[in-house]
């Protein structure tokens, strides 16, 4: 069965940076995309970027543009998301999601299957 | 403020039937396919419908997507009180240089 396995609660301190990894199984991981959409407590849902798991081609939402670095690692089937200079209102739940017809783009598909979750707390 | 627009909260009662609205504009809705997701308490949201009106395997008929135009509605029929979750739409828009945008959510309430 798919799965998305994200790495563990983190807290930071403002400026810091933080890398987030998602580990997938039960699919073949370059036939699919990677979304990241992240929660701030009590909010709703924010998408991040998209890269493809077949080539690592990368699309970062305009907002996060500069701060935030996509990767891949298509020999373990994982995927990372790094945001740079954190600041209180990154604090956040951060999901990485299958992004089902996203292979080749990001302006298609849906994400079907969504990582369990990774918090990220920011404080002085 | 989110891009798609979503009623804050909507309740019925156990059976009933319950839809949820999203509305958006010419660049998104009226031109992309929406899917919809659920959120229960606590947990990563799930996928409920795609392609406007597509349900992946294992979610129930009860669940149905339909779209006109610059808004879509999702609806649950046969509310169960474990149906009580945030409800997100989510498409892109071709004026943001095809960003995805989810609505701000809805939260269900069954009575």
């Known amino acids: 069965q798919v799965q998305l396995v994200q790495s563990g609660a983190e807290v930071k301190r403002p400026g810091a940076s933080v890398t987030v990894s998602c580990k997938a199984s039960?699919?073949?991981?370059?036939?699919?995309?990677i979304v990241w959409v992240r929660q701030a407590p009590g909010q709703g849902l924010e998408w991040m970027g998209w890269?493809?798991?077949?080539?690592?081609?990368?699309y970062t939402a305009q907002k996060f543009q500069g701060r935030v670095t996509m990767t891949t690692d298509t020999s373990t089937s994982a995927a990372y998301m790094e945001l740079r200079s954190l600041r209180s209102d990154d604090t956040a739940v951060y999901y990485c999601?299958?992004?089902?017809?996203?292979?080749?783009?990001?302006?298609?598909?849906?994400?079907?299957?969504w990582g369990q979750g990774t918090l990220v707390t920011v404080f002085s | 403020q989110p891009v798609l627009t979503q009623p804050p909260s909507v309740s019925a009662a156990p059976g009933q039937k319950v839809t949820i609205s999203c509305s958006g504009i010419?660049?998104?809705?009226?031109?992309?396919?929406v899917s919809w997701y659920q959120q229960l308490p606590g947990t990563a949201p799930r996928l409920l419908i795609y392609?406007?009106?597509r349900r992946p395997s294992g979610i129930p008929d009860r669940f149905s997507g339909s779209k006109s135009g610059t808004s879509a509605t999702l609806g649950i029929s046969g509310l169960q009180t474990g149906d009580e979750a945030d409800y997100y739409c989510?498409?892109?828009?071709?004026?943001?240089?095809?960003?995805?945008?989810f609505g701000g959510g809805t939260k269900l309430t069954v009575l």
């Open positions: 039960g699919y073949t991981f370059n036939t699919y995309g």
């Open positions: 010419s660049s998104n809705i009226a031109a992309n396919y």
């Open positions: 392609d406007n009106n």
């Open positions: 999601a299958r992004h089902k017809g996203g292979r080749d783009g990001y302006n298609r598909g849906t994400f079907d299957y």
């Open positions: 890269i493809s798991g077949y080539d690592g081609n990368t």
């Open positions: 989510e498409t892109w828009d071709t004026s943001l240089n095809d960003e995805r945008v």
